[in-house]
């Protein structure tokens, strides 16, 4: 934990309402998200017992699975499921837009991907868990189901696959997306209490964050966001709805269930929209953009897999494919933290405090310096930076500048609070540095070891060049019945 968000929980605690740790929003907010509220089975993996899904909050709409442990029934409801989902997400892939890659090849990118929106990281969980438990299935052969539901599945594990990617917005759980913006009075733990993080955020008119969060742990008011359900409530309410629904399959025992169901949901439903409109009142960062255009890149990638007939994700990544994935969730880490440190002051502030960065006021510069001679001869202005701030970086640490994209320095000396910067790029390619390329003498100007210009990871193998060490060249993937025996199954 940090300096700042422990100051901050400790303020949360003294005035009783949560505070700020950033000044803009950091994950993008879509203007039609699809909200998923589901639910599963005690004591199942995959289980799902009903769910609350739609993209209006006032018009969401209730599936139910009336005995989770009926193979057909629970696949009925995957069909339903997909019947919402399908149309949201195939609906983005019908207009695209042509842009240009670094080699100025083009090609066609969706001008807009789904975004859906869970309560909590264990929804994300059981998002890829009911991905898995359905992409293998047919439409023939063993147990049939409906032909979207394999399609769903496929849909359900790129989007929980994707959720693991640093700075992605396809799949956002509401209480990491609040988290990440604000400190409460709690735990963490408490933090994943939707309910209870909320009130800290938000609390009622008359009363304060702790008291919102108390009444938040009671679970006749607010129910668990799910997909796990209350044991009270299993064993006095759905238990005994369950076992008339088997004892008399009629319509009146599954609108039963639908009702105890629809008093567990309805509340986290609101919840989650009105996390949606607090994220959505918040400034949306400068890089979001960025990260949100990388999105689509890799949405349209995935639609143009399925609409190619390419078949299903593998249960388990080979050697390389599991090496270049961890490798590209490494750089996507090591980015969105230095983006989020470049896009808002509070967490670059963090950074000063531990001496990664500092902020301070030019005090010389000397913007038409030049080294070496002759041909070797290059433009590398001076410029003193007087700071209060502790800096722990040594002579010729490569930093950047938020207020200068593109602009980078090398530090030459610290002494007496003042860091001596050379200037190394970003000047433009003239013998006098562009306008405004090199900061001037009275100009507040912050710089950090944090910067964007990462190394690229080491060449991987092709499949089939795989290493005995690392079981030799896999076999070619072909899904079959095998792949779709799992245990919960």
């Keep these: 934990m940090s300096a700042l968000l422990a100051l901050a929980q400790l303020r949360a605690v003294r005035d009783g309402v949560a505070q700020p740790v950033t000044t803009v929003r950091h994950c993008h907010v879509a203007d039609r998200p699809m ?8 004591g199942e993996a995959a289980a799902p017992l009903g769910a609350m899904v739609g ?23 995957a069909g339903e499921l997909a019947e919402v989902l399908l149309p949201y997400v195939e609906g983005f892939g019908k207009t695209t837009e042509t842009v240009e890659r670094k080699s ?32 293998f299935r047919r439409a023939d052969g063993p147990y049939p189901v409906h032909p979207s539901v394999p399609l769903l599945g496929r849909w359900l594990t790129y989007f929980a696959d994707r959720s693991a990617q640093p700075g992605s917005s396809l799949l956002l759980a509401a209480t990491e997306a609040l988290g990440a913006h604000w400190a409460t009075g709690q735990s963490g733990l408490e933090d994943a209490n939707l309910a209870a993080l909320l009130g800290w955020i938000d609390p009622p008119a008359g009363m304060d964050g702790r008291r919102a969060a108390e009444e938040a742990e009671d679970p006749l008011l607010w129910p668990p966001a799910g997909p796990a ?16 629904y088997e004892e008399a ?51 349209t990638r995935f639609t143009e897999r399925i609409a190619e007939g390419g078949p299903p994700q593998a249960r388990r990544d080979g050697a390389v494919s599991a090496a270049a994935r961890l490798a590209g969730l490494e750089r996507a880490r090591a980015a ?30 000397e913007p038409e310096r030049f080294e070496g001679e002759g041909r ?24 950047g500048s938020p207020d200068r994209k593109g602009h980078g320095a090398e530090v030459v000396e610290v002494a007496g609070g003042e860091v001596v910067l050379k200037v190394t790029k970003g000047m433009g390619r003239g013998r006098t540095p562009a306008p405004g390329a090199v900061p001037e003498p009275g100009e ?7 910067t964007d210009d990462f190394q690229t990871s080491a060449a991987l193998p092709d499949p089939e060049e795989t290493p005995w060490t690392h079981g030799g060249p896999p076999a070619e993937y072909v899904p079959d019945d095998d792949d779709a025996r799992e245990e919960w199954a």
Excluded at 35 to 42: G, N, Q, T
């Design 35 to 42: 909200v998923f509220v589901p639910l599963k089975l005690a």
């Design 55 to 77: 993209t209006d909050p006032e018009h969401p709409r209730l599936l139910v699975v009336p005995q989770p442990r009926n193979r057909d029934l629970r696949f009925a409801f």
């Design 104 to 135: 100025g090849e083009p090609y066609e990118r969706c001008l807009d991907a789904p975004q859906i929106v869970v309560p909590n990281r264990p929804a994300v969980a059981f998002t890829g868990l009911l991905g898995r438990s359905t992409r």
């Design 229 to 244: 359900t209350d044991p009270g409530f299993d064993n006095e309410v759905l238990g005994p709805a369950i076992r008339a």
């Design 249 to 299: 399959p009629t319509a009146r025992a599954v609108e039963r269930i639908s009702e105890a169901l629809r008093t567990q949901l309805e509340p986290t439903w609101r919840l989650v929209w009105r996390a949606v409109e607090l994220l959505r009142a918040l400034p949306e960062g400068s890089r979001v953009g960025d990260r949100w255009e990388a999105d689509r890149g890799s949405f």
């Design 336 to 365: 969105y933290d230095v983006q989020r440190a470049y896009d808002d002051p509070l967490v670059m502030a963090e950074y000063r405090l531990s001496g990664e960065a500092f902020a301070g006021v030019v005090t010389a510069a």
């Design 376 to 399: 070797s001869r290059k433009l590398r202005p001076l410029v003193t930076v007087r700071t209060d701030d502790p800096v722990r970086l040594a002579p010729g640490t490569a930093v």
């Design 444 to 450: 507040r100007v912050c710089y950090t070891s944090l």
